[in-house]
């Protein structure tokens, strides 16, 4: 059986945001992945967490998925306390990569590739007050022809430094469930 860890990145604002959006696309995650036949393990940050025990999450997961509002353009600052908690670790522990890839013995061999997690997968579903139109169009001001992905290559980098590679929804979900609007 596969598995799935949901990382629900969601940090509660009064009159601003109440974490609703956020839970429900984690629900509907939740139950592709499981109609999917995956056994599911999540994780919500803002409830607190043991660093140890998220480390092993990722170790179990085939798949990670990070549910996350974006608020001024990033994650919320748990997430990035998670992340440096967590990776810490993982690194520490020698289970997530061994060093950054290089080696004095083979020049050749490029930074980032020193990774242990090969083989898992990782995705980011962002909840945004940001039109799909402000994306990959150079005449926007913003984003100058951006992607999502490109915006968000700061958020991907850690899993991908340690040998995760990325996927997007597209590739994985039905329409049905990508084009969900709350």
Request: hydrophobic residues 35%; charged residues 25%.
């Amino acid at each position: 059986m596969k598995k799935a860890l949901l990382i629900n990145a969601h940090q509660f604002y009064e009159g601003i945001s109440s974490g609703s959006l956020n839970k429900a696309m984690l629900d509907l995650i939740r139950e592709g992945m499981e109609k999917r036949g995956y056994e599911v393990q999540k994780t919500d940050i803002e409830q607190g967490y043991d660093v140890d025990s998220e480390v092993q999450k990722h170790l179990w997961a085939d798949i990670i998925i990070l549910q996350s509002p974006v608020y001024w353009f990033g994650t919320p600052w748990i997430y990035k306390k998670y992340v440096d908690e967590v990776f810490t670790a993982g690194m520490i522990q020698g289970s997530f990569l061994d060093g950054d890839g290089r080696t004095r013995k083979d020049p050749t061999r490029q930074y980032g590739s020193g990774g242990k997690m090969h083989g898992k997968k990782y995705m980011i579903s962002l909840t945004w007050n940001a039109p799909k139109e402000a994306f990959g169009n150079a005449d926007q001001l913003l984003f100058e022809g951006k992607t999502v992905d490109e915006v968000f290559a700061f958020n991907t980098a850690n899993y991908k430094f340690c040998g995760v590679e990325t996927f997007t929804m597209t590739n994985f979900f039905p329409l049905s469930v990508r084009d969900t609007h709350f």
